[in-house]
Nanobody, 115 residues
Framework: QVQLVESGGGLVQAGGSLRLSCAASGIIFSAYNLDWYRQAPGKQRELVATITSGGFTNYADSVKGRFTISRDNAKSTVYLQMNSLKPEDTAVYYC?????????WGQGTQVTVSS
């Protein structure tokens, strides 16, 4: 059974940093692309960053240059380092993995950026 568990969210002032973690189990972690999404109140869930099984990364324009996605295959964990945070980054952040066409999501972790 695939499970994803996010952690690392919290309350931070604008300009600050947070590092989110997502620990996976039930999959051959190194074989899969991994995504971070976020959902702000009243808005649709949006893709923030992707890291492929080969380590290639891609980012939403809104976070380029501020966020960094990385992975540690030995720990079956994907990270999202978030720097220069803005109030508009406030959202619940989720990690996702797709296996055999099915999307698995974690429970989410709240990030709140105060101005």
């Amino acid at each position: 059974q695939v499970q994803l568990v996010e952690s690392g969210g919290g309350l931070v002032q604008a300009g600050g940093s947070l590092r989110l973690s997502c620990a996976a189990s039930g999959i051959i972690f190194s074989a899969y692309n991994l995504d971070w999404y976020r959902q702000a109140p009243g808005k649709q869930r949006e893709l923030v960053a992707t890291i492929t099984s080969g380590g290639f990364t891609n980012y939403a324009d809104s976070v380029k240059g501020r966020f960094t996605i990385s992975r540690d295959n030995a720990k079956s964990t994907v990270y999202l380092q978030m720097n220069s945070l803005k109030p508009e980054d406030t959202a619940v952040y989720y990690c996702r993995v797709t296996q055999f066409g099915y999307n698995y999501w974690g429970q989410g972790t709240q990030v709140t950026v105060s101005s």
